[in-house]
Protein backbone atom coordinates (compact mmCIF):
# COMPACT_ATOMS: atom_id res chain seq x y z
CA UNK A 1 0.00 0.00 0.00
CA UNK A 2 2.84 2.39 1.14
CA UNK A 3 4.50 1.35 -2.40
CA UNK A 4 1.54 1.97 -4.63
CA UNK A 5 0.98 5.85 -2.35
CA UNK A 6 4.74 6.75 -3.38
CA UNK A 7 4.19 5.09 -7.31
CA UNK A 8 1.28 8.20 -7.62
CA UNK A 9 3.16 10.59 -5.77
CA UNK A 10 5.99 9.90 -8.22
CA UNK A 11 3.72 10.00 -11.17
CA UNK A 12 1.87 13.03 -10.05
CA UNK A 13 5.56 14.74 -9.93
CA UNK A 14 6.26 13.43 -12.88
CA UNK A 15 3.28 14.82 -14.55
CA UNK A 16 3.67 18.09 -13.53
CA UNK A 17 7.11 18.59 -14.19
CA UNK A 18 6.66 17.15 -18.31
CA UNK A 19 3.79 19.96 -18.17
CA UNK A 20 6.22 22.51 -16.87
CA UNK A 21 8.17 22.09 -19.52
CA UNK A 22 5.54 21.76 -22.14
CA UNK A 23 4.01 25.21 -20.88
CA UNK A 24 7.81 26.33 -21.36
CA UNK A 25 8.30 25.32 -25.01
CA UNK A 26 4.72 27.04 -25.70
CA UNK A 27 6.03 30.21 -24.00
CA UNK A 28 9.55 30.20 -26.14
CA UNK A 29 7.45 29.70 -29.69
CA UNK A 30 8.34 32.66 -32.26
CA UNK A 31 6.71 34.35 -34.79
CA UNK A 32 6.69 35.43 -38.11
CA UNK A 33 5.79 38.10 -40.33
CA UNK A 34 5.23 36.87 -44.06
CA UNK A 35 8.13 38.40 -46.25
CA UNK A 36 10.50 39.01 -43.67
CA UNK A 37 13.14 35.77 -42.72
CA UNK A 38 14.69 36.10 -39.71
CA UNK A 39 18.48 36.72 -39.23
CA UNK A 40 21.22 35.99 -36.65
CA UNK A 41 24.29 38.55 -36.39
CA UNK A 42 27.09 38.30 -34.43
CA UNK A 43 28.83 41.75 -32.64
CA UNK A 44 30.51 43.60 -35.62
CA UNK A 45 28.55 41.99 -38.39
CA UNK A 46 27.17 44.32 -41.44
CA UNK A 47 23.77 45.02 -41.63
CA UNK A 48 21.90 45.80 -44.74
CA UNK A 49 19.85 49.26 -44.32
CA UNK A 50 17.30 49.41 -47.12
CA UNK A 51 15.39 52.21 -48.54
CA UNK A 52 11.99 52.21 -49.48
CA UNK A 53 9.94 55.14 -51.74
CA UNK A 54 9.08 58.18 -50.56
CA UNK A 55 4.90 58.24 -49.91
CA UNK A 56 2.45 61.01 -49.35
CA UNK A 57 1.90 63.04 -46.14
CA UNK A 58 -0.90 65.11 -44.38
CA UNK A 59 0.16 68.65 -43.71
CA UNK A 60 -0.70 70.78 -40.75
CA UNK A 61 -4.40 71.11 -42.02
CA UNK A 62 -5.18 67.32 -42.85
CA UNK A 63 -4.74 68.24 -46.44
CA UNK A 64 -3.20 65.75 -48.69
CA UNK A 65 0.05 67.30 -50.15
CA UNK A 66 0.12 64.16 -52.93
CA UNK A 67 -1.27 61.21 -54.01
CA UNK A 68 2.26 60.28 -56.00
CA UNK A 69 5.01 58.28 -54.59
CA UNK A 70 9.10 58.82 -55.29
CA UNK A 71 11.35 56.46 -55.02
CA UNK A 72 13.85 57.52 -52.70
CA UNK A 73 16.77 57.97 -55.51
CA UNK A 74 14.76 60.42 -56.79
CA UNK A 75 16.93 62.80 -58.22
CA UNK A 76 15.18 65.99 -57.22
CA UNK A 77 16.13 64.89 -53.42
CA UNK A 78 19.78 64.86 -53.90
CA UNK A 79 20.03 61.61 -51.70
CA UNK A 80 23.54 59.74 -52.03
CA UNK A 81 23.18 56.94 -54.50
CA UNK A 82 25.31 53.83 -53.95
CA UNK A 83 28.54 54.07 -56.19
CA UNK A 84 27.01 51.23 -58.33
CA UNK A 85 23.82 52.87 -58.41
CA UNK A 86 20.93 51.59 -56.33
CA UNK A 87 20.07 47.77 -56.28
CA UNK A 88 16.65 46.88 -56.03
CA UNK A 89 16.17 44.37 -53.26
CA UNK A 90 14.19 40.97 -52.65
CA UNK A 91 10.62 41.81 -52.29
CA UNK A 92 7.80 39.85 -51.23
CA UNK A 93 4.72 39.68 -52.98
CA UNK A 94 2.94 41.81 -50.48
CA UNK A 95 5.06 44.31 -50.99
CA UNK A 96 4.58 45.08 -54.41
CA UNK A 97 1.24 44.85 -54.35
CA UNK A 98 1.77 47.82 -51.86
CA UNK A 99 3.92 49.23 -53.81
CA UNK A 100 7.11 49.33 -52.33
CA UNK A 101 10.72 49.74 -53.94
CA UNK A 102 13.32 49.19 -51.57
CA UNK A 103 16.91 49.24 -52.45
CA UNK A 104 20.07 48.98 -50.38
CA UNK A 105 21.46 52.42 -49.30
CA UNK A 106 25.18 53.57 -48.56
CA UNK A 107 24.92 53.67 -44.97
CA UNK A 108 27.43 51.57 -43.29
CA UNK A 109 25.75 49.78 -39.78
CA UNK A 110 27.41 47.20 -37.72
CA UNK A 111 26.08 44.93 -35.33
CA UNK A 112 26.65 46.90 -31.77
CA UNK A 113 28.79 48.71 -32.91
CA UNK A 114 28.63 52.71 -32.23
CA UNK A 115 29.67 54.74 -34.67
CA UNK A 116 28.96 58.63 -35.88
CA UNK A 117 29.59 61.08 -38.32
CA UNK A 118 30.89 58.92 -41.47
CA UNK A 119 31.46 60.10 -44.99
CA UNK A 120 29.20 58.62 -47.31
Known amino acids: MRLAGLAKRWSTTALSIAGGLLALTQQASAFYLPGIAPHDYKVGDKVDLLVNSLTPSLNAEDKLESVLSYNYYDERFHFCRPKDGPKAAHESLGS ?25
Open 96 to 120: ILFGDRIYGSVFNLNMLKDSSCQML
